[in-house]
């Protein structure tokens, strides 16, 4: 089993940058893929970023965000970040980090139902 717990979120300017982190515990080495989604109050939560947690740590971002997020590992801190720059006022939301440990990169991976583990989830506000 492995738990997740983000960090990292708070209220910031349009224009403006935050990073999130994730951190995993428990058996670390049984995850996957780690990925962040978000959830805007009345939306469905939705993919933002994935990374695979070994080998060449390939990477996907959703369209709405490539270009100004950034996700990354540190392997040694178990931990995963999301690096976020010209954030926009509709990037506002709860962001939750999750653990894949059953599928791998080439499993769905902006599919909510592919990880089994959930975070608490961070609140980010960008204000215009």
């Known amino acids: 089993q492995v738990q997740v717990v983000e960090s990292g979120g708070g209220l910031v300017q349009a224009g403006g940058s935050l990073r999130l982190s994730c951190a995993a515990s428990g058996n670390p080495f049984d995850i996957n893929t780690m990925g962040w989604f978000r959830q805007a109050p009345g939306k469905e939560r939705e993919f933002v970023a994935a990374i695979s947690w070994n080998g060449d740590g390939n990477t996907d971002y959703a369209d709405s965000v490539k270009g100004r997020f950034t996700i990354s590992r540190d392997n040694v801190k178990n931990t995963v970040y999301l690096q976020m720059n010209s954030l926009k006022p509709e990037d506002t939301a709860v962001y939750y980090c999750?653990?894949?440990?059953?599928?791998?990169?080439?499993?769905?991976?902006?599919?909510?139902?592919?990880?089994?583990?959930w975070g608490q989830g961070t609140q980010v506000t960008v204000s215009s």
């Open positions: 999750a653990a894949d440990l059953l599928g791998g990169w080439d499993a769905p991976r902006s599919r909510l139902v592919e990880y089994e583990n």
